[in-house]
C-alpha cells in the first residue's frame, strides 16, 4: 500500500535551517509529481511546493520562494524540503503528498492529492 512518511521537523530559531524528508513506499516514485503542503496553527492548508518527477521542473508558494528548496532522490524514494532563513510564520506542520498523474497539470491544488503522509512539526521560534 501506498505510504508516505515524514520526518526531520523540530524547533529552529528565526534565520535557521532544516531540512525535512518524506519516504515514500508502496508505488513508482518516480513517475509522481509530489508535493509539500503545510498548515499552520488554526489556518487552512497552504501549498508550500512541488517537484516534477524527475526533479527538474520545482515550484514554489511566493511565501517561501528563494528560501525553501525542494528536491528528490528517486533511487531513495525519498522527498525532501530544505528550509532556510525561517521565519516565526512558518511555524506549521508539513504534509508531503503525491499529485496524481492525471492533476499533474495543477500540481498546487492540494484538493486533487491522492496520498498523504502524517506530517512532521516545524516551529520556528526564539
Known amino acids: 500500500q501506498v505510504q508516505l512518511v515524514e520526518s526531520g521537523g523540530g524547533l529552529v530559531q528565526p534565520g535557521g535551517s532544516l531540512r525535512v524528508s518524506c519516504a515514500a513506499s508502496?508505488?513508482?516514485?518516480?513517475?509522481?509529481?509530489m508535493s509539500w503542503v503545510r498548515q499552520a496553527p488554526g489556518k487552512g492548508l497552504e501549498w508550500v511546493s512541488a517537484?516534477?518527477?524527475?526533479?527538474?521542473?520545482?515550484y514554489y508558494a511566493d511565501s517561501v520562494k528563494g528560501r525553501f528548496t525542494i528536491s528528490r532522490d528517486n533511487a531513495k524514494n525519498t522527498l525532501y524540503l530544505q528550509m532556510n532563513r525561517l521565519k516565526p510564520e512558518d511555524t506549521a506542520q508539513y504534509y508531503c503528498?503525491?499529485?496524481?498523474?492525471?492533476?499533474?497539470?495543477?500540481?498546487?491544488?492540494?484538493?486533487?492529492?491522492?496520498?498523504w503522509g502524517q506530517g512532521t512539526q516545524v516551529t520556528v521560534s526564539s
Open positions: 503528498a503525491r499529485v496524481p498523474s492525471e492533476h499533474a497539470s495543477t500540481y498546487w491544488v492540494y484538493n486533487e492529492y491522492d496520498y
Open positions: 508502496g508505488f513508482t516514485f518516480s513517475n509522481y509529481y
Open positions: 517537484i516534477g518527477p524527475s526533479g527538474t521542473g520545482t
